[in-house]
């Protein structure tokens, strides 16, 4: 039993980036489909913008913010998830000293990039670099904690 535990703690925080990873791009993805936006006539008509920002301002994406910054309550508690789960693997690493690593760390930036940076940046393109970091730096620390 304390070789499959050992296994579930060491493997967790890559599987919850994976599975992190899906769900976001399935609530992307969903929310785009569903909620099609015409953007010359959101351009040109006030009262279709005023319309569609009521419908959308729950969405994914602040449409007048267009596209700069996240609002989805299910993506934010999973990004916080994420950050919470890294720093608390590190912490139960860095009592070990045979085990120690710095890995944990960089998946929390991973996940804390998104909710952090707010510049004329697409969001987008700030969850994908923020879960690239986040699988790359998980798939490494599988690896590092191997004697935990």
Partial sequence: ?????SKFKKWFLFD???????????????????????????????T????VDKILKHGVFWIPGNLHSLTAPLLIALLLGGALLSLIIFALV???????TWLPLFS???FILP?????????LKLLVIGY?????????SVAALRQW
Avoid: C, Q, T
């Fill in 132 to 140: 690239f970091l986040v699988i790359l730096s998980s798939s490494f």
């Fill in 108 to 110: 929390f930036m991973g």
């Fill in 1 to 5: 039993m304390p070789k499959r535990l």
């Fill in 16 to 46: 919850y980036a994976l599975l992190s990873l899906f769900v976001s791009g399935v609530y992307i993805a969903f929310n785009h489909e569903f909620f099609k936006v015409n953007w010359k006539r959101y351009y040109n008509n006030i």
């Fill in 94 to 100: 860095w009592k070990n000293y045979l085990v120690r």
């Fill in 115 to 123: 909710l952090l940076i707010r510049y004329d940046e697409n969001i």
């Fill in 48 to 51: 279709y913008e005023e319309k």
